[in-house]
Nanobody
Framework: QVQLVESGGGLVQAGGSLRLSCAAS????????MGWFRQAPGKERDFVAG????????YYGDSVKGRFTISRDNAKITVYLQMNSLKPEDTAVYYC?????????????????WGPGTQVTVSS
C-alpha cells in the first residue's frame, strides 16, 4: 500500500511559479506510475500530468503543456510538479495519485491511491 501527501501549494501571482511535491510511503513506490490531477470548485477532476514508474515517459494535459513539468525521484520516493507561467485558470486543488502499473493514465478512475490535495491559487 502507498500513502501520498502533497505539499508546495499556495498563493502566487499570474506568471509566477510553484513546485508541488508528493511524498510517498511504502516500499513499492518504484512499481507505481504517478499522476497529478486538479479540481476547481464545481468542476470535474482533470488530468494534469503523468509519469511512468521509470520516469522515462511523461504525459501532460493540453492546458499545461509547455508550462508544467512532472518528474520523480525514486530514491526519495517523491514526485514533483514544476508549474511555470501560472494563470488564474490554474487555480484548483491539486492531487497526487498512484497506480500499480508501468504507465500513467489520464483518467482518475485508473488510480489506486490519492493524496489529500494541496490548494493552488493564482491571482490576476
Amino acid at each position: 500500500q502507498v500513502q501520498l501527501v502533497e505539499s508546495g501549494g499556495g498563493l502566487v501571482q499570474a506568471g509566477g511559479s510553484l513546485r508541488l511535491s508528493c511524498a510517498a510511503s511504502g516500499r513499492t513506490f518504484n512499481n507505481y506510475a504517478m499522476g497529478w490531477f486538479r479540481q476547481a470548485p464545481g468542476k470535474e477532476r482533470d488530468f494534469v500530468a503523468g509519469i511512468d514508474w521509470s520516469g522515462s515517459s511523461k504525459y501532460y494535459g493540453d492546458s499545461v503543456k509547455g508550462r508544467f513539468t512532472i518528474s520523480r525521484d525514486n530514491a526519495k520516493i517523491t514526485v514533483y510538479l514544476q508549474m511555470n507561467s501560472l494563470k488564474p485558470e490554474d487555480t484548483a486543488v491539486y492531487y497526487c495519485a498512484g497506480r500499480y502499473a508501468y504507465t500513467a493514465y489520464a483518467s482518475p478512475e485508473g488510480y489506486d491511491y490519492w493524496g489529500p490535495g494541496t490548494q493552488v491559487t493564482v491571482s490576476s
